[in-house]
Antibody
Framework: QVTLKESGPGMLQPSKTLSLTCSFS??????????VSWIRQPSGKSLEWLAA???????YYNPSLKSRLTVSKDTSNTQVFLKITSVDIADTATYYC????????WGQGVMVTVSS | DIQMTQSPASLSASLGETVTIECLAS??????LAWYQQKPGKSPQLLIY???SLQDGVPSRFSGSESGTQYSLEINSLQSEDAVTYFC?????????FGSGTKLEIK
């Protein structure tokens, strides 16, 4: 059974760095062709794809946010991380991680609020 | 970036009717398109992958098709539980862009 679960700080102040963790089971990121993505969704709005990392360690970023994003994975290939630097109110959203290799699975999401 | 133009933004239909939601890709995405259903407060759930393949467990009243760079999601025999939001996503090229969403309401 494939599951993904996001975790994060819940709330942080503007200008800080947001660190998110995606813990997954039921598959390994070391499997050829496997990709895990990060996506976010402000309340009531559409989805925005942020970044991805593949089984070979190659990283892909949304060009509009690339300078602020860092995606990485752990050596056991069961966790993926996302860091977003210099957050502001516009980064308030629910953040999802998802397996982007068919069949596609999404985590339940974690809400992050940026507020002073 | 590949732009996904989704229409309509909202849609109202009666129970039992058939509705169609469309996504127009700004370039060829070679059928690398997924349709998701999202219920309030929940993560998106996959309905259709590779433009027209029905995900396991999804009712057969959902179907996907394509014509050039235009992709369509059809929902037949509309039921009350279908009144939620739908998104398309291309996964042909990074960044994997989404459509803006369609909110379906029951009259």
């Amino acid at each position: 059974q494939v599951t993904l679960k996001e975790s994060g700080p819940g709330m942080l102040q503007p200008s800080k760095t947001l660190s998110l963790t995606c813990s997954f089971s039921g598959f390994s990121l070391s499997t050829s062709g496997m990709v895990v993505s990060w996506i976010r969704q402000p309340s009531g709005k559409s989805l925005e794809w942020l970044a991805a990392i593949d089984w070979d360690g190659d990283k892909y970023y949304n060009p509009s946010l690339k300078s602020r994003l860092t995606v990485s994975k752990d050596t056991s290939n069961t966790q993926v991380f996302l860091k977003i630097t210099s957050v502001d109110i516009a980064d308030t959203a629910t953040y999802y991680c998802a397996r982007s290799t068919h069949p596609y699975y999404w985590g339940q999401g974690v809400m992050v609020t940026v507020s002073s | 970036d590949i732009q996904m133009t989704q229409s309509p933004a909202s849609l109202s239909a009666s129970l039992g009717e058939t509705v169609t939601i469309e996504c127009l890709a700004s370039e060829d995405i070679y059928s690398n398109l997924a349709w998701y259903q999202q219920k309030p407060g929940k993560s998106p759930q996959l309905l259709i992958y590779d433009a027209s393949s029905l995900q396991d467990g999804v009712p057969s009243r959902f179907s996907g098709s394509e014509s050039g760079t235009q992709y369509s999601l059809e929902i037949n025999s509309l039921q009350s539980e279908d009144a939620v939001t739908y998104f398309c996503q291309q996964h042909h090229d990074y960044p994997f862009t989404f459509g803006s969403g369609t909110k379906l309401e029951i009259k």
